[in-house]
């Protein structure tokens, strides 16, 4: 039995979820059922969720936990393919900053971190698969926030049962807190 | 008495099948419900119905496992996490594509009732007269007069809320209040009606949610979770509407797991005298008896149960002797349309999900005008404002952008042709014998597509769709097009239609099996031709018009 067998089959004797972070002292992999991700990996896609996302004097996407939602969408909903192209996108991003600002997207402020991501919303010459993992990760964050329950009961409301359909309703009465319908 | 002899039996438990069920029990028959899949009990078992949207793990959306699971319904939107056990397996059921079909079906109590898209229009003279003038296939054996009084009937009861327009095309009906357009939609409706000078109109769609509480029902809650099962009984199912009516009579049973594997068909009465089957679970094999057979198993189920049964007096089954059984195999045809932007509303919103739209009845080949192509098509659609999730140009990525989330997004406005599709003889359905299904049964092979009429038809069905909006003012106009692939409609009929000449039909003009008088198909397997309205509340009326001239029949001892 391997270490990493071991220390799974150890997290099904404590009770414990599958995802345990599995240990090599420097970069702890976590296993999900396609993939395994490691520290790095996972630091960088919450790092990028959260400049999408930002903490402001609302919350963001680390207070609402989106990275375990997009590893989650990624692991159960993507493709083999994609999934491949997300990780191979991901390698090749890692170097994105290095080039721009000469360290590692973790260690970069929020505002390098931002024109790191701006450059993906411009015109650019960026590899398919890179493409692929920046566009998977912002669309998976703004789906999990706008799909949040945070979101759609103090940011707009959503109500389970509305009852009625008001047909006209002035934008201005849409924010949550205003009585609605 | 034997306890497996009723009255009547119905085979199969959704629209047609609920309503045969609770016409003959309300007469007084001891009726068995016979449906193949599981129980859905209503409000219980509808598991998902009062979940937030946040508390489905993949928010709704579809997992790679799914699409492996469900090979035909992942081609379009009917695979999804939010109500996927109401569907049935592909790989339990499978069946043979000839040519490309979508067969999306629902095993268990309530069938496709639970999951129905709800529109609710009735046909008129023009429709039932259509394949006569046209000279195509045969002509139907009634008339709108025929069925007009059992359309309100069943609207009566079922609860459709509508807007009586005063369209010939479109006969007004027994209407509960209509839902209200958003203010868009208003404008929209307002410009074509005045542009085409009643030619076109644009109306609000009648729809079975209602708008008024019903006994046991409460009105539309402008949930828009319909197909998830209504704990309010808001919209027509058979769970929320017919069924509780026909065992309010003492005289139902319901069976589920009870796959109908044939009629029994006695040749000294020419009669059927029950029907054999093959309980789901457990894999053995029972009979029931009745004096009448209601065939309500769906469309291309109800033709396989024929065509399966009494092969050893006519080998391509009952009601074969005419040569159409499983010919004529119809849908709507539809996947092509336009939307566009609108301008100016951007102070204006609604409030409530409404799940219902907009409807233009058909308006092509009327008063003397001549296409390249016959009959037409109707449109449904409607107008809304884009949500959050939604792309905004101005900010990419930081926390102007996740502010600008929750404000609402651009107007638009589409509608989508649900055209008529002509019976073609060749368009068929028959039995494979070498294909299995889990129950070792013998599986349905599909064989239809649309032709040069109904290809002709989807070029108008994209330009008028451009036509109108743009007239409208509606801007960025852009038509969107599909290959046409029959079964997408979700409105399989034909197979067994109804005529005349027990030589060119299956069954009369009572829905009676020529062959068999006492065996009634009353779901989308009767149709003679599909005009371009959704069809389910025509099957509900021919039910009841149906159920009560074989009640009549039984008494006069003629079956």
């Known amino acids: 039995m391997d270490r990493r067998t071991a220390i799974r089959n150890l997290a099904l004797v404590i009770g414990g979820a599958a995802l345990l972070p599995a240990c090599t002292k420097q970069n702890p992999i976590v296993n999900y059922k396609h993939f395994d991700i490691n520290i790095d990996q996972q630091t960088l896609i919450s790092d990028m969720a959260e400049t999408i996302i930002p903490k402001t004097n609302t919350p963001g996407a680390t207070d609402l936990n989106l990275y375990s939602f997009i590893v989650k969408m990624l692991d159960d909903c993507a493709k083999k393919e994609d999934q491949q192209a997300f990780f191979k996108g991901m390698g090749e991003f890692n170097e994105l900053p290095q080039k721009l600002f000469n360290k590692s997207f973790a260690d970069c402020s929020n505002k390098e971190r931002e024109s790191v991501l701006n450059t993906f919303e411009k015109k650019n010459n960026y590899s398919k698969d890179m493409l692929a993992f920046y566009n998977t990760v912002k669309g998976l964050t703004v789906f999990g926030y706008t799909e949040s329950k945070y979101f759609m009961t103090k940011q707009v409301v959503y109500e389970l049962v509305p009852g009625r359909y008001n047909a006209y309703f002035p934008v201005k009465n849409l924010k949550a807190g205003v009585k609605n319908g | ?559």
Request: aromatic share 10%.
């Open chain 2, 1 to 559: 008495m034997s306890t497996n002899t009723y009255d009547a039996i119905v085979i199969g438990s959704g629209i047609s099948g609920g309503w045969a069920a609770k016409e003959l029990t309300e007469k007084g028959l001891k009726t068995i419900m016979l449906e193949r899949g599981r129980n859905i009990e209503h409000v219980k078992d509808y598991v998902n119905a009062n979940k937030a949207p946040w508390e489905f793990t993949h928010r709704g959306g579809r997992t790679v496992q799914m699409t492996k699971d469900y090979p035909v319904l992942k081609r379009d939107y009917a695979l999804n996490e939010t109500n996927l056990d109401y569907w049935a397996s592909d790989k339990d059921s499978p069946y043979v594509e000839i040519k490309p079909f979508d067969w999306f079906r629902g095993y268990h109590v309530g069938g496709k009732s639970l999951m129905w898209g709800r529109q609710s229009y009735r046909w008129a003279d023009v429709d039932f007269e259509a394949n006569a003038k046209d000279g195509i296939a045969i002509d139907w054996p009634i008339r709108y007069k025929d069925l007009a009084p059992w359309y309100s009937y069943v609207e009566g009861f079922a609860g459709i809320s509508g807007n009586k327009d005063g369209l010939s095309i479109l006969p007004d009906g027994n209407f509960m209040p209509p839902m209200e357009m958003n203010c868009v939609e208003k404008d929209v409706a307002a410009r074509i009606n005045s542009h085409y000078k009643g030619i076109r109109n644009m109306i609000i769609g009648r729809t079975a949610n209602i708008t008024q509480p019903l006994p046991g029902r409460t009105n539309c809650q402008y949930r828009n979770k319909c197909w998830l099962g209504c704990p309010f009984g808001a919209y027509f199912s058979t769970q929320s509407s017919t069924l509780p009516a026909a065992m309010a009579t003492g005289n139902l049973t319901v069976r589920p797991w009870s796959i109908v594997t044939r009629i029994l068909y006695d040749k000294d009465t020419k009669r059927a005298k029950g029907v054999e089957v093959l309980d789901a679970e457990t894999n053995k094999t029972y009979e029931y008896y009745a004096k009448i057979v209601f065939v309500n198993a769906s469309t291309l189920n109800s033709a396989w149960v024929l065509m399966n049964s009494a092969t050893d007096i006519w080998p391509g089954g009952l009601g074969s002797s005419s040569g159409e059984l499983g010919h004529n195999l119809m849908d709507h045809h539809l996947g092509v349309g336009a939307g566009g932007v609108v301008e100016g509303y951007d102070d204006k919103y609604y409030f409530g999900r409404r799940a219902n739209g907009i409807y233009i009845p058909r308006f092509r080949n009327l008063n003397g005008e001549k296409r390249d192509y016959i009959r037409g098509f109707g449109y449904q659609g409607g107008a809304g404002r884009e949500a959050w999730g939604r792309a905004i140009p101005e900010f990419s990525i930081g926390g102007q952008f996740k502010d600008a989330l929750s404000e609402p997004g651009e107007w638009t406005m589409g509608m989508g042709g649900f055209g008529e599709t002509l019976p073609y003889h060749e368009n068929r359905t028959y039995i494979d014998k070498n294909k299995k299904d889990k129950w070792g049964l013998p599986v349905l092979a599909i064989d239809a597509t649309i032709k040069d009429n109904e290809k002709k038809m989807r070029i108008d069905m994209g330009n008028d769709a451009k036509e109108m909006l743009e007239m409208a003012g509606v801007k960025n106009v852009h038509i969107y097009t599909s290959e046409g692939v029959l079964g997408r409609g979700i409105h399989e009929m034909g197979t067994a239609r109804m005529g005349r000449d027990p030589k060119t039909s299956v069954l009369n003009e009572w829905n009676q099996v020529w062959d068999a008088k006492n065996v009634f198909v009353t779901d989308g397997a009767c149709m003679v031709s599909t005009a371009c309205q959704n069809p389910s509340l025509t099957y509900m009326a021919m039910t009841a018009r149906a159920a009560d001239h074989a009640v009549s029949e039984l008494k006069k001892g003629n079956i």
